[in-house]
Nanobody, 121 residues
Framework: QVHLVESGGGLVQPGGSLRLSCAAS????????MGWYRQAPGKERELVAA???????NYKDFVKGRFTISRDNAKNTVYLQMNSLKPEDTAVYYC???????????????WGQGTQVTVSS
């Protein structure tokens, strides 16, 4: 089993910054893509950014130039640096990982519990 734990959310003023972290733990054989999703009240969960095991990144247009995704494979951790935050960025942010556990060795999609990000003055 693979467990994802997010941290770093909170309340920030418009224009401010936050850094989210997500650490994977458990019986990990390998981790492929990792990513961040968000879900605002009354809306569907949406992809924010993703990063492959080799470091290739993908961003949705609404965060390009403001957010940066990175990962530390040695620590099984993915980060999301969020700058120039806007009120519309307010949401619960979820970490996602495509990973293979040591037993059974099947590729599965794992989710963290989510961390609240609120952008408000």
């Amino acid at each position: 089993q693979v467990h994802l734990v997010e941290s770093g959310g909170g309340l920030v003023q418009p224009g401010g910054s936050l850094r989210l972290s997500c650490a994977a733990s458990g019986s990990i054989f390998s981790i492929n893509d990792m990513g961040w999703y968000r879900q605002a009240p009354g809306k569907e969960r949406e992809l924010v950014a993703a990063i492959s095991s080799t470091g290739s990144t993908n961003y949705k247009d609404f965060v390009k130039g403001r957010f940066t995704i990175s990962r530390d494979n040695a620590k099984n951790t993915v980060y999301l640096q969020m700058n120039s935050l806007k009120p519309e960025d307010t949401a619960v942010y979820y970490c996602n990982a495509e990973a293979i556990a040591t037993m059974p060795r099947v590729l599965r999609n794992y989710w963290g519990q989510g961390t609240q990000v609120t952008v408000s003055s």
